[in-house]
T-cell receptor
Framework: DGGITQSPKYLFRKEGQNVTLSCEQN?????MYWYRQDPGQGLRLIYY???????QKGDIAEGYSVSREKKESFPLTVTSAQKNPTAFYLC????????????FGPGTRLTVL | GENVEQHPSTLSVQEGDSAVIKCTYS??????FPWYKQELGKRPQLIID?????GEKKDQRIAVTLNKTAKHFSLHITETQPEDSAVYFC?????????????FGKGTKLSVKP
């Protein structure tokens, strides 16, 4: 999982602003994922992508958008439409979308002021 | 939709005791079951996994057992140490829908008291 990086580690945003979280991997993985984690809670899937230029909504996609223009990169935009965006955001990747291990990045903690 | 149930949500043990966390899954097609450990503020890290053609797998103090008929699998930690304190997540593979390739349980917070 050392091959997945997320930036920034901490991010502060004012209400009404869009913000983009970066996720990069050098593991040559086809599949990438974004999860949201609230304090003391589990992992909730926001979006996932199994190949370049393709992505699918997860359980809580409303208020978020993604792009997958390059295999290595899967940025997540938290839009002003997301009502409660303060959370810990985790990016992950796996070899493919089959039964396979997901490796996680270090996370970005987003706080809305 | 498909889901993974994980119990207990919190577990407190004395150092040196064993800890057991149990998960059940609903998708009979699931064939891969990883376990992750997440320390406070850190990323989840894979600690052990098992595939459906195996009933048990061990790695030092950690073991995972799988009962495909009953659709449940368990994590066993022996001789617990304070550094085992963390949140543990189980997961089961899934082939589609809005859940990607793994469905995660809600986690178990393990506290090991010295």
């Amino acid at each position: 999982d050392g091959g997945i990086t997320q930036s920034p580690k901490y991010l502060f945003r004012k209400e009404g602003q869009n913000v983009t979280l970066s996720c990069e991997q050098n593991l040559n993985h086809d599949a990438m994922y974004w999860y949201r984690q609230d304090p003391g809670q589990g992992l909730r899937l926001i979006y996932y992508s199994q190949i370049v230029n393709d992505f699918q909504k997860g359980d809580i996609a409303e208020g978020y958008s993604v792009s997958r223009e390059k295999k290595e990169s899967f940025p997540l935009t938290v839009t002003s439409a997301q009502k409660n965006p303060t959370a810990f955001y985790l990016c992950a990747s796996s070899t493919s979308l089959t039964a396979d291990t997901q490796y996680f990045g270090p996370g970005t903690r987003l706080t809305v002021l | 939709g498909e889901n993974v149930e994980q119990h207990p949500s919190t577990l407190s043990v004395q150092e040196g005791d064993s800890a057991v966390i149990k998960c059940t899954y609903s998708d009979s097609a699931s064939n891969y079951f990883p376990w992750y450990k997440q320390e406070l503020g850190k990323r989840p890290q894979l600690i052990i996994d098992i595939r459906s053609n195996v009933g048990e797998k061990k790695d030092q103090r950690i073991a995972v057992t799988l009962n495909k008929t009953a659709k449940h699998f368990s994590l066993h930690i022996t001789e617990t140490q304070p550094e085992d304190s963390a949140v543990y997540f189980c997961a089961a593979s899934f082939k589609g829908g809005s859940q990607g390739n793994l469905i995660f349980g809600k986690g178990t917070k393990l506290s090991v008291k010295p």
